[in-house]
């Protein structure tokens, strides 16, 4: 059973940079073919998909972000970054395995993490 588990700060003032880590047990992040996600969800939001990074360490974001994903393949786990971030970033992020990178759909997801952005 693949488990992922969201840790990172809750609380950031605007401009600050949000570098939230996904980590991984059950399964390893390098398994061919599956996408590892970070997905977020605004209050009265749907689901946005932010970016990926690939089993082979590729990474795809969503257009006009700034976003980055890297990985620690030692340590299974893989991190998002979002710089300058404003209150319109205030959300619950997800991290999930998926079967494609730009996908909704995931098998497994982590619990979710709520993260505020406030001066």
């Known amino acids: 059973q693949v488990q992922l588990q969201e840790s990172g700060p809750g609380l950031l003032k605007p401009s600050q940079t949000l570098s939230l880590t996904c980590t991984v047990s059950?399964?390893?992040?390098?398994?061919?073919?599956?996408?590892w996600s970070w997905i977020r969800q605004r209050p009265g939001k749907g689901l946005e998909w932010m970016g990926a990074?690939?089993?082979?360490?590729s990474t795809e974001y969503t257009p006009s972000s700034s976003t980055s994903i890297s990985r620690d393949t030692s340590k299974n786990e893989f991190t998002l970054r979002l710089t300058s971030v404003t209150p319109e970033d205030t959300a619950v992020y997800y991290c999930?395995?998926?079967?494609?990178?730009?996908?909704?759909?995931?098998?497994?997801w982590g619990q979710g993490t709520l993260v505020i952005v406030s001066p």
């Open positions: 059950g399964g390893s992040i390098t398994s061919s073919y599956y996408f």
């Open positions: 999930a395995r998926c079967d494609q990178a730009m996908a909704l759909v995931c098998e497994y």
């Open positions: 990074i690939g089993y082979s360490g």
